[in-house]
């Protein structure tokens, strides 16, 4: 009688084991989700408040994101420097600082979708060099 019931009690464990939920794999982070080689999907440039409809000279545009670093192709004048650090500003993960400073607010982050704005302020650094100032807003895709 006593196997009858060890054996009993076995098979209930050996089901209720059986029944659990698979393990769920964790979320990923903004972290991770950042991580990797994004595409242009879509630009948009404003000069001193107007858009500027040419922009073309950021076909082929390309941003990596390994780590800290970054590196772009193709970015002319909203990233001036081909590579550098970026990092979260918060824990909210809607704003990444560059090391230059520049604040880029997220409007878009998942698995296949980057959007982001940012404001790269204009200078006359020489006479008849005038600089404007210009909001970037990119969208891209892995």
């Given amino acids: 009688m006593m196997k009858k019931i060890l054996y009993v009690f076995l098979l209930a464990a050996i089901s209720l084991t059986a029944c659990d939920k698979p393990d769920t794999l964790p ?6 989700l950042i991580q990797g080689t994004w595409l ?7 000069e001193n408040g107007l ?7 950021y ?3 390309v941003l990596k994101i390994d780590g800290f670093k970054y590196y772009v192709s193709n970015g002319n004048e909203a990233f001036p420097q081909p590579e550098g650090e970026w990092g979260f500003v918060d824990e909210t993960y809607k704003q990444v600082r560059l090391d230059d400073g520049t604040i880029i607010d997220i409007t878009t982050l998942n698995a296949d ?3 982001f704005t940012f404001e790269r302020k ?3 650094a020489a006479r008849n060099n005038i600089v404007p100032t210009r909001v970037f807003t990119f969208t891209l895709k892995k």
């Fill in 27 to 32: 979320s990923p982070t903004p972290k991770d």
């Fill in 113 to 115: 979708t980057f959007s």
């Fill in 122 to 124: 204009g200078s006359s």
């Fill in 40 to 46: 242009l999907s879509s630009v948009s440039i404003t």
């Fill in 59 to 61: 076909n082929g545009f």
């Fill in 51 to 57: 858009p500027v409809d040419d922009v073309s000279a």
